[in-house]
Each structure stands twice: as structure tokens, then as C-alpha cells.
């Protein structure tokens, strides 16, 4: 499921935001695996679960917020940290808000908008200044997001049984991959995306298919992607399956307009990309506009999950570009070319950097569709192709990048550096990864000028931010 609600930190070292001891305090305070506790939650850890403290050892409660008293039960414990799980509210915060969405991937939906935007601005800062030792002055206020519900353009469901052993399509319970709560209507998507998943629930009960089984290896049905062109209303539906025989023209009837397609996989894993995925009915490209642009995304393509604030975002990487017109631009992690398309009338050339060859295809397609000629885009792993790109191209007078929540391994920022572009925008969804690329880029001689937090996911505590560093004083040569 895209909207994870909880961090599941692997290691032994206290995640992000704790501020525990490294030495985790006394042993005889760490509590056992299965016992239960009251405990007052007292802050909010990156990631989005309730930090505890029981005799000094860090507890992480996902699911509460600030000011609760819950009774928790130990679930994992490591040298200086646990995770626990609520039980039952003892006391709940003064500031909680009533749950508006009956279905897991909303764990913020408790605090009040304002209170999560706080938040999330703070995390900001507060990784900044302790995962990368540099000032939180550089952090602006946050961008709220234009809709609090309903914003997302692609969920991804699971399908499961119920109690009574009827088919069900939903997400999975937190930290559950075995049982499937079943969503009737989700407050992340449209009344057009919820309609499309009914619709194909009820052709599948109708039609006697079950969820595949991982432990016993039957039934056929995992996935179910709906994805959605917010300015265009164009919808795709993409049932994900083990490697079956299924009649689909029935339902590719019953979904009218909306494109449909079908992914036969065995992995054994809970993810919808990969397997074989044919075309059954429509386009295997969702048309989408953004911006000025007019764009087809790929099924196996990255796209931002909020449209009206990827503008927004994007908005924010144009602003801190500031360009003027004859510059050179490497957009690394360009996906489908969104960020470096619409930065290309006001550059000299750009060149992307995108793995996934759907991907590219799309930019370059989406190049032409814009009539931008000044774009190259190519399959390449950043981590291997940046010298050469350097060398084919020549220096970038901006380097943007947008990585995934991993964020730029130390090689990678090292070959950012020898680029020596006066600006990088960096495109983060991630500030605990953010802001230790941008101690290593400050290490080398820029500036953090500006990060500007984005709100893309209301309700959750995922942050998105961008950040301008900046190679000489402004004015300067
Ligand atoms: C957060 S997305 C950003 C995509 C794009 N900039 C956008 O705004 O839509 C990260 C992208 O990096 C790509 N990616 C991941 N690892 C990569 C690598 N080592 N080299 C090149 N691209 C990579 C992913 O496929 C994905 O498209």
C-alpha cells in the first residue's frame, strides 16, 4: 500500500527525533517483548509514531499523537529503542480531532491540519539541524496543501477475505501483510476511483474469484491500481494477479471509459510493479496535464501522487532555479521528465537521467507532445552515468534532483559535486535524507539557501520539501 503509516526502523540505533541515549539507559528498564504499558506519548518521531519514554527507554507508538495516554503493547524491542502497540486509549490528547477515514493510511487524520503543517515544518528543521549539523534558518513556512482529502491521483489496493470469508479490496491493517481491511469508500481518493474499485469488486465476487493466498499459494486476485488523470478525468484500472487464465472483457465493458489493464505476477512479494502487464482495453498511457504540459504516464512510471501540489512543488523547483534562459540543466531521477520539461522554456538544454526505460520513453514523448527540443532524456543509473553525462554534455549550471526517500548515497553527492553547477535544487520526500546530502554538498563549498516544505500528503506524515544550495554568494561571480 502507497501510504505507509508508520516507520519501521531496522536497526539498532534510535530512529530520527528521539533524542534517546545512544547507550539506550539502564538495561533493567527495557522492557520485554509482549508486555504492556502506560505510557505518555510526549512527541511526534519522523517517520509519524508517538514517542514514549518508560524509565528512560524510548518507546514508538505508531498510531498516537501528543498528549495521549495509551496502554501499549511491546511488539519489537532493539538496545535502545521499542516499538509498542496501542491497545487502548487511556486518555486521549486534548487536541485530537474525530477519524474521518475508516481505513489505515491517514494516522495524522487525529491531529488537526495546522497542527500536522507545525509538525512537519519542524521535522524539517530539526533533521536539518541534527541529522546534518546545519542551521533550520534556511526553512520557509510550509505550503498547505490546496485539498485536505481526496487529493490522491493513484491508490493502490489490496485484495484479502474477511471474517466471514467474502473477497474484500482495501489496504493492508498496519504491520499486518496477512489481513486486508476493506475500504468502501477512501477519503485519499475520488468518488470516480472509489466507483472503479467497487466495480471491480463486484464483478470479481460476482464472477467467484478469491485473493491469492501467500501462505497457501491459491486464489488469484493481489492488486488493484486506480490511477487517475486529475485534469483530464481519465481513469486506468490495473488488476494485478498470479499468473491465471481470467475472462476480462466483461469488466473492461463495465468500466466504460476508464483503460484497462492486467499484471500477471509471481512475486512473493506485496509490490504491484513488475510481472508481464497487458493492454486490455483503452490506452496504456494515462493522459494527465500539469503545469503547461500536456503528459502520458506509463503504468511502471514514477508519478507524483498529489497533481495539484506536484505544481505547486514544481512551481517552488522553477522559483529557486531562477533561471535565464541560456542555462544547462541535468535533471537527475527525472521519471517521466516532469521537473526539467517544465523548467525547459526558460533553460538552454536540459538532459534527464531516469532508470526505468517506460520512463524515458514517456519524457521523450512527452518532450515532443510539448514541443521541447531542447530535452534529452536517457536510461541511465545516476549512481554510474553523471561522469559520462558530465563528459558528453558538458558542466550543468543547475543540477535538480529527485531521488527516492533513500536519498543520494555519499558516491552519488560526491559526483553532484564534481559537476560543480552554481545551483542544485533538490527535490527531497525524505528530510532525514535530505539533510545529510546537504551537509556533505555544504561540506563542499555551497550554500543552503532556502528549504521550502510542500504539503503533498495531508493526514500522513510524510513531508516533501525542496531545497535551493547555492555555489557562490548571491551577486557574486
Ligand atoms: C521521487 S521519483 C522522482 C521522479 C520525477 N522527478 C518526478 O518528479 O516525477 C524518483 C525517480 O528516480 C528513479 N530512480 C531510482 N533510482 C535511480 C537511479 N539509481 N538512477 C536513476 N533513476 C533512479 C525512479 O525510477 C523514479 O522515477
Not at 539506550?24 to 504492556?36: D, I, K, Q
Amino acid at each position: 500500500m502507497p501510504v505507509s503509516p508508520a516507520p519501521r526502523p531496522e536497526s539498532d540505533a534510535p530512529p530520527p527525533g528521539t533524542g534517546s541515549r545512544p547507550d539506550g539507559g539502564p538495561r533493567s528498564a527495557r522492557p520485554a517483548v509482549g508486555a504492556e504499558l502506560e505510557l505518555s506519548i510526549d512527541s511526534l518521531a519522523h517517520g509519524g509514531a508517538g514517542v514514549a519514554r518508560h524509565d528512560g527507554y524510548v518507546l514508538f507508538v505508531p498510531g498516537a499523537v501528543p498528549g495521549d495516554r495509551v496502554l501499549a503493547r511491546v511488539v519489537k524491542r532493539k538496545r535502545s529503542y521499542a516499538q509498542a502497540r496501542v491497545q487502548r486509549l487511556l486518555e486521549p490528547a486534548a487536541e485530537r480531532v474525530p477519524e474521518q477515514a475508516h481505513h489505515p493510511g491517514v494516522p495524522w487524520q487525529v491531529l488537526p491540519y495546522e497542527r500536522q503543517l507545525a509538525v512537519k515544518e519542524d521535522q524539517v528543521r530539526d533533521a536539518l539541524r541534527r541529522l546534518g549539523g546545519l542551521s533550520g534558518d534556511a526553512v520557509e513556512a510550509i505550503v498547505p496543501a490546496r485539498q485536505q482529502w481526496r487529493y490522491r491521483n493513484k491508490l493502490e489496493y489490496s485484495f484479502g477475505t474477511d471474517h466471514t470469508g467474502r473477497l474484500v479490496c482495501g489496504f493492508h491493517e498496519p504491520g499486518r501483510w496477512d489481513r486486508v481491511v476493506a475500504v468502501d469508500d477512501c477519503l485519499l481518493a475520488s468518488a470516480a476511483g472509489n466507483a472503479a474499485r467497487e466495480l471491480v469488486l463486484g464483478w470479481a465476487r460476482e464472477a467467484g474469484l478469491t485473493a491469492h493466498d501467500r501462505r497457501t499459494g491459491e486464489g488469484i486476485l493481489r492488486h488493484l491500481v486506480v490511477r487517475e488523470g486529475r485534469r483530464t478525468g481519465a481513469l486506468q484500472v490495473r488488476l494485478v494477479t498470479t499468473p491465471a487464465r481470467l475472462e476480462l472483457d466483461e469488466l473492461a465493458l463495465a468500466l466504460g471509459d476508464a483503460s484497462l489493464l492486467w499484471t500477471r505476477t509471481e512475486a512473493r512479494a506485496e509490490i504491484t510493479s513488475g510481472g508481464a502487464t497487458e493492454l486490455i482495453r483503452g490506452s496504456a498511457r494515462l493522459p494527465e496535464r500539469l503545469l503547461e504540459l500536456e503528459l502520458g504516464i506509463s503504468p511502471e512510471a514514477f508519478f507524483q501522487t498529489n497533481t495539484e501540489m506536484a505544481e505547486t512543488l514544481y512551481e517552488t523547483a522553477r522559483e529557486f532555479a531562477a533561471l535565464e534562459g541560456w542555462e544547462r540543466a541535468f535533471d537527475l531521477y527525472c521519471g517521466i521528465g516532469t521537473i526539467g520539461l517544465s523548467l525547459a522554456p526558460r533553460l538552454g538544454e536540459l538532459w534527464g537521467l531516469e532508470v526505468v526505460p517506460d520512463a524515458v520513453r514517456d519524457a521523450q514523448e512527452n518532450a515532443e507532445r510539448n514541443q521541447i527540443s531542447n530535452a534529452r532524456f536517457e536510461v541511465a543509473d545516476v549512481r554510474l552515468a553523471l561522469r559520462e553525462l558530465t563528459e558528453q554534455a558538458g558542466r550543468p549550471d543547475l543540477v535538480v534532483v529527485d531521488p527516492p526517500r533513500a536519498g543520494l548515497s555519499a558516491k552519488v553527492v560526491r559526483r553532484i559535486v564534481e559537476c560543480a553547477a552554481r545551483r542544485i535544487v533538490y527535490v527531497s520526500c525524505n528530510p532525514t535524507t535530505l539533510a545529510p546530502n546537504a551537509a556533505q554538498i555544504v561540506e563542499a563549498g555551497w550554500s543552503l539557501r532556502r528549504v521550502r516544505p510542500v504539503d503533498m500528503f495531508p493526514q500522513t506524515p510524510h513531508i516533501e520539501c525542496v531545497a535551493l544550495l547555492e555555489r557562490w554568494a548571491a551577486g557574486g561571480g
